[in-house]
């Protein structure tokens, strides 16, 4: 199996041309300064550079070299053996050995680089001995040198780059979490206006055209038995175009009720979502409903539920989990919704940070979630022992008890 090199950013492409003109550049050297000192073996050594240099020029051209690396080393040791016999030919051929550190570190895996650069090094090193005819210590430093510097240079560019790519990553994960985040909260505040002209309707106009309906049955059972004049037809018409109009107040209230809980109850939205977890995963979960039932703000039960399906999630991606509990709980002045599972747990003392590779924002969301109607989230966990989630949302206001249904 093949490993496709980096993609070239806009920057990799300046630096990789001024690559290309380098390697051309001291290879054009070379031959160039053969041909001026007239020397004995000038047009092979202009021939071999010629030859190197077309080698090399190959490699750009080739799709493979750029997405394979198998084939980007087949076509680095195609260059390297011209250039051995170049650098065989003439001193001035050394000096093409920086610029093929660059290669082999870029285009290689890190521990193949390094051998690659190491034996380039001492390729060169030994190449400038034969033609000085002696060895000394000033004749290894520049290839060492130079070899030095390229993997200094190139492995601190890749982790830069690395921690730019990530904190681009991060950046797009956190922008697309607030606005996750920003449509929850304009859904909850749409749901809740919903909510509130619903309750409107139902409060004053349905009422009112229901007392309207009931004044003029009455009205209509006080007329004489015998009155068959217009009053007791107008009388029958109004109270006919009254309750024609209640039940499309009802209608109103009927179409304006949360389309987010699918026209049921929160704790049936949570038990369904359960079921449907159960049905899917490997994972048998299960609601349970404790105090009694309150009507709560639209907002409120947006939040729980999304809550109670971002943690399923991750009990069924990360905990590996064969249980979970799920528990909707009515305490009077606050609301609770808690999640236990028997998984793997963690350490919420070491919980790494947003990766934009693995994941790690559904905590963040959902505690920005329960913040954001005052509430709380907490989580207890330990490796080994599983994982238990607890959001407490407050309720502002007391409200009515009454059975959880929409209209």
Known sequence: MTTAVPALTPTNRVLAWFLHLLVVGLLGLAGGRALADNRPQAGMVVFVAAACALVYAAG????????????????????????????????????????????????????????????????????????????????????????????????????????????????????????????????????????????????????????????????????????????????????????????????????LSPPALDGTTLAGALERLCGTTSVRHRLTARFHLTGDPVSLPTAHEVVLLRMAQAALANTVRHAGATTVEVTLSYLGDHVALSLVDDGTGFDPDRLPGPDPERGGFGLAAMRARACSLGGTLTVESAPGKGTALAARLPLDQPVQTRPEAHP
Do not use: K
């Open 60 to 255: 750009p051209l080739l799709p493979r070299v750029r997405t394979s690396r198998r084939a980007a080393a087949c076509w680095l040791t195609a260059v390297s053996a011209v250039w051995l016999v170049l650098v065989a030919m003439t001193a001035d051929g050394v000096w093409v050995a920086f610029p093929l550190y660059f290669l082999q570190l870029h285009l290689l895996p890190r521990r193949a680089g390094l051998a690659a650069v190491a034996a380039t090094a001492l390729a060169a090193i030994a190449a400038f001995a034969m033609h000085q005819g002696s060895f000394s210590l000033a004749i290894a430093i520049g290839p060492a040198l130079g070899a030095a510097v390229a993997v200094a240079v190139v492995w601190g560019y890749q982790v830069l780059y690395r921690e730019s790519e990530q904190r681009r990553r991060l950046i797009d994960e956190l922008t697309a979490t607030r606005a996750d985040l920003a449509e929850a909260q304009h859904t909850a505040g749409v749901l809740g206006e919903r909510e509130r002209l619903a309750r409107e309707i139902h409060d004053t106009l349905a009422q009112g055209l229901s007392s309207i309906q009931l004044l003029l049955r009455a009205a209509e059972r006080a007329l004489p038995p015998a009155s068959t004049n217009l009053a007791a037809s107008y009388v029958d018409q109004a109270r006919q175009a009254a309750a024609d109009n209640l039940a499309e107040a009802r209608r109103f209230v009927a179409a």
